[in-house]
């Protein structure tokens, strides 16, 4: 997915996630709606315009510590659970990449920042929530897929969270009538990873 800094522009990444949360912030309320609070989208459509607004202060920075703003900022603007796990993610890449990281770099770190979003949400893959998503993806990056390969396996690993129970957040609440539907949360990572995969491959 990525092997260097040197293609790395982490702000037209950011400006390419906001652009794809705000495109599918209706679907993401959506998908919410149907077993969770309803608010999915516009929660992240805020956060990823917060991160959106701050670019400019963050120009210049050390990739790590832009990471680290990032998820600081998404802790503070996005609401419900989604906030802290989505800058639990980012704040922890930031923690544990170098500053001129390589690709194994971003396989370790990719590794420890799912497990923190594991730990900060007390779930584990195979619970019907975001990490359904960051788990293959973490393993497609390891195992050296391209970006669009890495951006395939997300979609498809969202969409597989369709005939699962629900066993964490307000999705469980609802037990079997949580099947059938996908989950937001995973929804949303996957078309973050796809947002990402897409503009690396541009060359940003």
């Given at each position: ?50 991160v959106r607004a701050e670019l400019p202060a963050l ?26 796990l989505f800058g639990t993610l980012f704040m922890t ?73 629900a066993m964490r957040g307000r999705a469980s609440f ?31």
């Amino acid at each position: 997915m990525v092997t260097t800094t040197d293609r790395i522009d982490i702000a037209a990444l950011a400006i390419a996630v906001a652009d794809t949360i705000s495109a599918h912030a209706e679907e993401l309320t959506a998908l919410d709606q149907a077993i969770g609070d309803g608010d999915h989208g516009l929660n992240m459509k805020r956060g990823f315009e917060a991160v959106r607004a701050e670019l400019p202060a963050l120009a210049g920075k050390p990739l790590p510590d832009t990471l680290k703003a990032v998820g600081t900022k998404l802790v503070m603007t996005v609401g419900g659970a989604s906030g802290p796990l989505f800058g639990t993610l980012f704040m922890t890449l930031g923690k544990e990449l170098p500053a001129d990281p390589d690709r194994a770099d971003f396989v370790a770190a990719l590794g420890k920042a799912v497990d923190a979003v594991a730990a900060r949400g007390k779930s584990q893959a195979g619970q019907k929530t975001m990490l359904d998503v960051l788990y293959p993806v973490q393993q497609a990056l390891a195992g050296g897929r391209s970006a669009r390969e890495i951006a395939d396996v997300a979609d498809a690993a969202a969409e597989a969270t369709r005939p699962i129970k629900a066993m964490r957040g307000r999705a469980s609440f609802l037990g079997d009538r949580s099947i059938g539907h996908v989950d937001a949360g995973a929804r949303s990572t996957a078309l973050i990873v796809r947002a990402i995969a897409e503009t690396l491959e541009r060359g940003a």
